[in-house]
């Protein structure tokens, strides 16, 4: 979906109030304010996305020099556990009055990247632009709850001196899946080089049939880099923005994954590497820049990963080194924009009081083409979380295959079932569990969604492999994953 659609939806959101709560001076020149967006109401379980006007920008004209968001209660101000509320993303959509600067200007997920300009560098911002919130926020759980989207930003407005030095920048949106309200790939265990899967090169239908590659931007005119950093989902190591210019290919930066998690890279305990401050790359008219993200696939599967790397550049500037001839001097290493965030604090992984599926008698047998319903986020049968009977694993013939229907769907609550490796049966967190069984399946999330605008699968049932050798399967909800499984292959 191109932005202009994007845009017209906008029409028939809700609209948002987004006011500023504080201001408190900063560096020389520049005031720090933070905008609340919201309040934005979350629906039990929801995963759905939003687009809404935005009334949260400057009323003067000016710069914005750094963007640093965030996710709050309404109730209390406290910021929400990771593992229970989840800002999946954010985009802050910018147009001017003469539609000369147009699209997605800052982003964020969960690893809530702070975007901070090298002095003397900004995003202009007139009283007369149009802001839209493209939000998607994740409810892991059962409860409603209120939260507030917010976004701390450094501001020189032109009435300080500072602003007449002002060079101003615009966001080049570079993204492996371009630009789309969910550009998302999988990544499946095992797959791609030596435990690390690449996208869009380690998967052979990125872009099949399309005629273009999504992941490529050609420079329209000579222009000066100024920053970047990747968007990645847990399991992402890092990402590469590339330039070609005829034959010749150069990586400009690496954008890091570092991870505080203390299982590793997989979950949202990470910061990401920018750019250096002093980081400024020429590039011409006709180069060819693109962006891949690569994941590790050695642990588990990561469905619908994203990889998005943001480029701030002076459109039309010269000036920055020739990267071609400073190979060195452009492809350093970055920077964490920020530390260990403290709600990230529950990994998960502990003992709980669920049982080993693997150990649970039989439960009742399913024919060949019956189904087991999904209700109140509960699996119908064979929920490792419900009571008695409920529990046993229902027990499918080998060859055969029964469909899982989700009951929640029309209440915009979409389920999965995910393998995970038995006996997946120990605490919820950023980090467990996780899609990490010997034999993978996954039935995407089972709902319906607005066309384009949804992670939604667009059906409410899946069908089970056929395939399937003998044993019992644990598996997960991707979306709400206190919700755990298991059925059985047998003769
Ligand atoms: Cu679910």
Redesign the pocket.
């Known amino acids: 979906m191109n932005l202009r659609r994007l845009c017209l939806l906008v029409g028939v959101a809700l609209l948002a109030l987004a006011l500023p709560a504080s201001a408190s001076a900063t560096t020389k020149g520049a005031k720090r304010i933070t905008y609340k967006f919201g309040p934005v109401n979350i629906k039990p379980?929801q995963n759905t996305i939003e687009l809404e006007n935005n009334n949260g920008f400057p009323r003067v004209p000016g710069y914005i020099t750094r963007f640093k968001p965030d996710l709050v209660r309404v109730k209390d101000g406290s910021i929400p556990r990771v593992d229970v509320l989840h800002l999946h993303h954010a985009v802050w959509l910018v147009s001017d009055r003469e539609g000369k600067r147009s699209g997605p200007q800052f982003a964020a997920g969960e690893e809530k990247t702070i975007v901070d300009m090298p002095p003397g560098y900004g995003w202009r911002s007139e009283p007369t632009d149009r802001w839209v919130m493209n939000h998607m926020i994740h409810n892991l759980y059962a409860e409603p709850d209120r939260v507030y989207i917010t976004y701390t930003i450094d501001f020189i407005p032109d009435s300080s001196p500072k602003a007449r030095k002002m060079k101003p920048v615009e966001t080049q949106w570079m993204d492996v899946e371009g630009i789309k309200a969910y550009p998302v790939f999988d990544v499946h265990k095992g797959t791609g080089r030596r435990g690390k899967f690449t996208y869009p090169n380690h998967d052979p239908n990125a872009y099949r049939g399309l005629g273009y590659r999504r992941n490529e931007w050609r420079v329209r005119e000579d222009s000066m880099l100024v920053g970047t950093a990747a968007h990645l989902h847990p399991g992402g190591l890092y990402g590469d923005l590339w330039l070609q210019r005829g034959n010749r290919k150069v990586r400009l930066f690496r954008s890091r994954a570092k991870y505080f998690e203390p299982a590793g890279a997989v979950s949202w305990d990470v910061s990401m590497e920018a750019t250096p401050r002093d980081w400024r790359v020429q590039v011409r008219r006709g180069d060819i820049l693109s962006v891949t993200g690569t994941y590790d696939s050695k642990r588990a599967s990561w469905y619908e990963s994203m990889a998005i790397m943001p480029i701030a550049v002076r459109r039309g500037a010269q000036g920055g080194l020739d990267p071609f001839r400073n190979r060195r001097r452009v492809d350093r290493r970055g920077k964490i924009t920020h530390g260990h965030l403290r709600e990230n604090r529950v990994h998960g992984g502990k003992k709980w009081v669920l049982p080993d599926a693997r150990r649970l008698p039989d439960g009742p047998a399913v024919s060949n083409g019956g189904t087991v319903n999904?209700e109140g986020?509960v699996y119908g049968q064979g929920d490792l979380v419900g009571r008695g009977s409920l529990r046993n694993p229902p027990v499918v013939a080998p060859g055969q295959a029964f469909t899982y229907f989700n009951s929640?769907a029309p209440k915009q609550?979409?389920?999965?079932i995910t393998a995970c490796k038995a006996p997946c049966n120990k605490t919820t967190g950023i980090a467990y569990p996780l899609a990490d069984a010997k034999i993978q399946f996954d039935s995407g999330q089972l709902g319906f969604g607005p066309r384009g605008v949804t992670a939604a699968a667009q059906r409410d049932t899946w069908q089970t492999p056929n395939n399937l050798p003998s044993g019992t399967y644990t598996y997960f909800?991707?979306?709400?994953p206190f919700?755990r499984g298991a059925f059985r292959v047998k003769q």
Not at 413 to 416: F, K, M, P, S, V
């Open positions: 379980g999904i986020f929640d609550i979409e389920h999965t909800c991707r979306v709400h919700m």
